[in-house]
């Protein structure tokens, strides 16, 4: 069976209980973010299989990124719906990953490029995706657009 997200934010070592993570998060003593909680929490009370509409709608747009993409295409996506949020917001608009999380899904490389800063100073920066098994175009792109646009500074620095 597939690792469980408890299994892969618990190695190495044993899973993590999520329930006891939650606890402790809550006092300031969890190694993991609430969005990772959160999510093996999700987990954790799903006792059945995805639809097979679910599947087959999966597999159709799989199929169409596939030809999409294939060996030698990359799309640029946004990193989240709003320039840096502040910590811990997202909690609150869970929704907003929802986008990010199809290419997650998909199986898709991603490689996230810092581009500089925004007019209000803080950093701006996109995802690179490419086909299946293309990680190493997701890179050579990323590092062009870092270079051409300035890549990683530190916020309010201008």
Same mark, same amino acid.
């Given at each position: 069976?597939? %690792? &469980?997200?408890?299994?892969? /934010? *618990? #190695?190495?070592?044993?899973?993590?209980?999520?329930?006891?993570?939650?606890?402790?998060?809550?006092?300031?003593k969890? +190694?993991? &973010?609430?969005?990772? /909680?959160?999510?093996?929490?999700? +987990?954790?009370? %799903?006792?059945?299989?995805?639809?097979?509409?679910? /599947?087959?709608q999966?597999?159709?747009?799989?199929? #169409?990124?596939?030809?999409?993409?294939?060996?030698?295409? $990359?799309?640029?996506?946004?990193?989240? &719906?709003?320039?840096?949020?502040?910590?811990?917001?997202?909690?609150?608009?869970?929704?907003?990953?929802?986008?990010?999380? =199809? /290419?997650? =899904?998909?199986?898709?490389? $991603?490689?996230?490029?810092?581009? *500089?800063?925004? +007019? #209000?100073?803080?950093?701006?920066?996109? %995802?690179? $995706?490419?086909?299946?098994?293309?990680?190493?175009?997701?890179? +050579?792109?990323?590092?062009?657009?870092?270079? &051409?646009?300035?890549?990683?500074?530190?916020?309010?620095?201008d």
């Open positions: 069976p597939p %690792q &469980t997200f408890a299994e892969l /934010i *618990g #190695e190495p070592g044993r899973p993590v209980w999520p329930l006891w993570e939650l606890l402790k998060w809550m006092v300031g969890s +190694e993991h &973010t609430m969005a990772a /909680i959160g999510l093996a929490l999700v +987990e954790m009370t %799903q006792v059945s299989k995805p639809s097979p509409f679910i /599947i087959h999966k597999e159709k747009l799989q199929k #169409e990124v596939d030809e999409l993409l294939g060996t030698d295409g $990359v799309f640029l996506y946004p990193s989240h &719906t709003r320039v840096a949020p502040k910590h811990h917001h997202p909690l609150f608009r869970p929704l907003d990953f929802a986008y990010t999380g =199809i /290419i997650n =899904i998909l199986g898709l490389p $991603v490689t996230q490029c810092p581009l *500089g800063l925004g +007019e #209000e100073g803080l950093p701006l920066g996109l %995802q690179v $995706v490419a086909g299946k098994l293309q990680d190493r175009l997701t890179l +050579e792109v990323a590092l062009y657009l870092e270079k &051409t646009f300035g890549g990683w500074r530190e916020p309010g620095a």
